[in-house]
C-alpha cells in the first residue's frame, strides 16, 4: 500500500519566492495534517483537515502560509513570500479519522531551505 | 504554550540495558497517547499508544506507561539494541478533536 507521498522532497529556494509543498493521503483516511519539525519546537502542528475541510488552522506561523485541500487526495501548504526562517522539514501526514484509537503516518517529509 | 513536553533532548545507554524516555502533558482533555521513531531523513514512524483508559501497553520490547494523575507518560525499551537509535516523539490526542500534538523529541543512543 502506497503511504503519504509528499513532493518535493528538498527545496532550495530564494528569499521571496514562492513555495509550494504537495501532499497525497493515504487512500481512505479522511484527515490530513501539516507538521513543521524544528529543533527547537519538534514537531510543530499547522493546519489539519478532516473531509478536506480545514478544522484548525491556529497553528499556521502568520499570512505568509496557506493551505488547501481541493479533494480527498490531494494537499498544498504554500509560503508566500518565503524567508530563510522557514527552512525546515514540513511533514504531512493523515489518519482515518479523527482523535483515539487512530494513528496517524508521516510521509517522508519535504526538507526545505530558503537562502 | 507547549502542552506536551519532552524535557530530555537526547539520552545514550548501553546496549542491552533499559532505555526510559519520559513525556509529560498539560491538557487533561488528552486521551490517547502515542510515541513515534524517527530516523534521519525519514519521516516519523508509528511505535506504541495507550489509551487513557489504560496505565500500561506492551508491544514486544516496548511498553508505554501513563500516570494520568501526574500527566506523565514513559516508554521503556528493554532490551535496548543499536538499531533503536532515533529521535522518539511523544504525542497526544483529545477525542473530541483531531488534534495530534507533538513534544520536541528526545535523541536516542544506543551503544555498542
Known amino acids: 500500500d502506497a503511504g503519504v507521498i509528499q513532493s518535493p522532497r528538498h527545496e532550495v529556494t530564494e528569499m521571496g519566492q514562492e513555495v509550494t509543498l504537495r501532499c497525497k493521503p493515504i487512500?481512505?483516511?479522511?484527515?490530513l495534517f501539516w507538521y513543521r519539525q524544528t529543533m527547537m519546537r519538534g514537531l510543530e502542528l499547522l493546519i489539519y483537515?478532516?473531509?478536506?475541510?480545514?478544522?484548525?488552522d491556529s497553528g499556521m506561523p502568520e499570512d505568509r502560509f496557506s493551505a488547501k485541500m481541493p479533494n480527498a487526495s490531494f494537499s498544498t501548504l504554500k509560503i508566500q513570500p518565503s524567508e530563510p526562517r522557514d527552512s525546515a522539514v514540513y511533514f504531512c501526514a493523515s489518519s482515518p479519522g479523527g482523535g483515539a484509537g487512530n494513528t496517524i503516518y508521516f510521509g517522508e517529509g519535504s526538507w526545505l531551505t530558503v537562502v | 504554550d507547549q502542552q506536551v513536553k519532552q524535557n530530555s533532548p537526547s539520552l545514550s545507554v548501553q546496549e542491552g540495558r533499559i532505555s526510559i524516555l519520559n513525556c509529560d502533558y498539560t491538557?487533561?482533555?488528552?486521551?490517547?497517547f502515542l510515541w513515534y521513531k524517527k530516523y534521519p531523513a525519514e519521516g516519523p514512524t508509528f511505535l506504541i499508544s495507550?489509551?487513557?483508559?489504560?496505565d500500561k501497553n506492551e508491544d514486544g520490547r516496548f511498553t508505554v506507561f501513563l500516570n494520568k494523575s501526574a500527566k506523565h507518560l514513559s516508554l521503556h525499551i528493554v532490551p535496548s539494541q543499536p538499531g533503536d537509535s532515533a529521535v522518539y516523539f511523544c504525542a497526544a490526542s483529545d477525542s473530541g478533536t483531531y488534534k495530534y500534538i507533538f513534544g520536541t523529541g528526545t535523541r536516542l543512543k544506543v551503544l555498542a
Open positions: 487512500s481512505g483516511h479522511n484527515s
Open positions: 491538557n487533561s482533555m488528552f486521551d490517547y
Open positions: 483537515f478532516n473531509n478536506n475541510v480545514p478544522i484548525d
Open positions: 495507550i489509551s487513557s483508559i489504560k
